[in-house]
């Protein structure tokens, strides 16, 4: 610990960090340094999506279309003329 104030104290799982630390080693990530890299990564995923919006569309579902849906259970197999006849 920096502070003197905590020196002597031992919290609990302090030396599985420890344990954790000497197996790892140091280490030093300069995540900074890859910031154009994210940026055009997360821009690259954002053009693709507003393209695959712009070609494809939204499937959009019976709640957003409007409309009713009827379903309707018959107790044996039938014929699907017969059934849209039924429902004109």
Not at 11 to 38: Q, V, W, Y
Not at 41 to 48: C, K, N, R
């Amino acid at each position: 610990m920096a502070d003197a104030a905590w020196k002597g104290y031992r919290f609990e799982g302090e030396d599985d960090a420890n344990k954790f630390r000497t197996f790892i080693g140091e280490t030093h990530i300069d995540f900074m340094s890859k910031d154009k890299l994210a940026l055009g990564m997360s821009l690259a995923v954002l053009v693709i999506c507003l393209l695959s919006l712009l070609f494809r569309g939204l499937n959009l579902g019976l709640d957003f279309t409007g409309g009713t849906m009827i379903e309707v259970h018959y107790p044996t197999p039938v014929a699907i003329s017969r059934s849209t006849g039924d429902t004109e």
